[in-house]
């Protein structure tokens, strides 16, 4: 059988029960499937969007092959994906059989969200498009639009004529969709209609809902600019775990093992929550000015930035903040303030110890599979590595002030172990639960 691209979407349906039973074998997670098939649907849609008009199709022998083969490729690119951001780091101290587990080989629990981000830059894009049209032009294009009102009821309203409301729709057409073009990165030509591809053109139309929906054009178009911005969920990493995630504005966060954070965007601010271990923020400047701040709580210090690169630990009682680039502004329990450059550390608590200035890859360490120890008491040492060990590390009182210089390769802490009764005067007491203790000798 031959077909063509454009008789893909009917044959779709007819392979569609085929297509979820091949995307369980090879995707695996059940939730995944029904995503997968539609990526498959819009990818072939998307090919049919992307030609002109005039253009004629090529053949295509075999659609189900064809489909099949779509399906696999969004397979390998979803599992990259997951790769990518996967919670990498794997200590030696767990065994293959852990690591087969379903604990262990689900991904990151947190939505994709390049998608959210995109269409929020488009909504911005169009958002400043908009604000360029003369208020009449504007108020009509989004009446239309948004409530479906007929351009001869606009013209009435408006007290013009009909051809004045056709060429005001034209003017925000062409604003709308030179600033699409813009957007994705193509030499815009004002009034071209056939130099926006169709694909961009349905995006567009999926965007500002050209379809009427029942809520005013100024309330409709308020609303999707709010939402465009709200963005919130909650980033967690297990035992000898990392987690890198790519938030909606650009920025990327790297959580460190064992850590828990909650991030809360609205349309004023950026603001992120640690409540356990460690993050690693390289922070997006966003279009426009000011911009919003991006601010990160942590056991009640504040850190603010527009746009940089730093790291913020929960350190005890206090708050340890690294910057590798840029500024970042801090203030302390205390409402103490001050603002860090690149390589300094401070200490935050209620008040502000800067520390000497470090070189970039001794800021947050943990990123490259590495925690440094200079003079640290053996208790927090440990406390620290045991974010990367299986078992429960502890160690009794007389051991807990000796002081620790070392440098420690992650993914080996429990050789690690080990070794230490060679470098200060402890001995490893394996525990009946399983744990294990350090005492003094």
Not at 89 to 118: F, K, M, N, W, Y
Not at 151 to 161: F, K
Not at 230 to 255: C, E, I, N, W, Y
Request: hydrophobic residues 45%; charged residues 25%; contains cysteine.
């Amino acid at each position: 059988m031959t077909t063509s691209t454009l008789s893909l979407l009917g044959s779709f349906n007819d392979h569609y029960a085929a297509l979820l039973r091949f995307l369980s074998r090879r995707a695996g997670h059940h939730e995944d499937v029904h995503e997968l098939a539609h990526d498959t649907w819009l990818r072939i849609a998307q090919a049919e969007a992307a030609l002109e008009p005039t253009a004629t199709p090529a053949a295509i022998d075999h659609p189900r092959a064809y489909l099949f083969a779509v399906a696999t490729h969004l397979v390998l690119d979803r599992q990259r994906r997951d790769q990518r951001t996967k919670q990498w780091l794997v200590p030696g101290d767990i065994d293959d059989d852990e690591l087969r587990s379903p604990q262990h080989q689900q991904g990151p629990s947190t939505p994709d969200v390049a998608d959210a981000h995109a269409h929020r830059q488009a909504l911005l894009a169009i958002d400043r498009a908009l604000l360029q049209l003369p208020e009449r032009a504007r108020a009509c294009f989004l009446a239309h639009r948004l409530d479906g009102v007929g351009q001869d009821e606009l013209a009435q309203r408006h007290g013009v004529s009909l051809k004045t409301i056709e060429r005001d729709m034209r003017i925000a057409r062409d604003h709308v969709r030179t600033a699409m073009e813009r957007w994705q990165g193509q030499p815009a030509v004002a009034g071209d209609v056939q130099r926006t591809p169709r694909g961009r053109r349905k995006a567009l139309s999926a965007l500002l809902g050209l379809v009427g929906v029942g809520c005013s054009a100024t309330l409709g178009w308020q609303a999707w600019r709010e939402a465009s911005a709200r963005f919130s969920t909650t980033l967690a990493t297990l035992v000898g775990k990392r987690l890198d995630q790519t938030l909606p504005d650009g920025s990327h966060v790297t959580l460190d093992a064992d850590s828990h954070a909650e991030v809360a965007y609205d349309a004023s601010r950026r603001r992120v929550r640690l409540l356990r271990g460690s993050a690693f923020f390289a922070v997006a400047r966003e279009d426009g000015e000011p911009g919003r701040v991006f601010a990160v709580e942590a056991q009640g210090a504040l850190i603010t930035v527009l746009g940089t690169r730093f790291g913020v630990e929960i350190d005890g009682p206090d708050v340890l903040v690294a910057v590798e680039e840029g500024r970042v502004g801090v203030r302390s329990v205390d409402g103490q303030e001050r603002v860090l450059g690149a390589g300094e550390l401070a200490r935050v608590g209620r008040r502000i110890d800067v520390h000497a200035a470090a070189a970039p890859g001794e800021i947050a360490a943990w990123r490259h599979g590495w925690l440094d120890f200079e003079s640290v008491p053996l208790a927090a040492a440990v406390a620290r590595l045991a974010r990367y060990s299986r078992r429960a590390l502890h160690v009794s009182p007389d051991a807990a002030g000796l002081v620790l210089l070392a440098r420690v390769r992650l993914a080996r802490t429990a050789e690690w172990l080990e070794l230490l009764p060679r470098h200060l005067p402890v001995r490893l007491d394996p525990q009946e639960d399983g744990s294990l203790l350090i005492r003094r000798r």
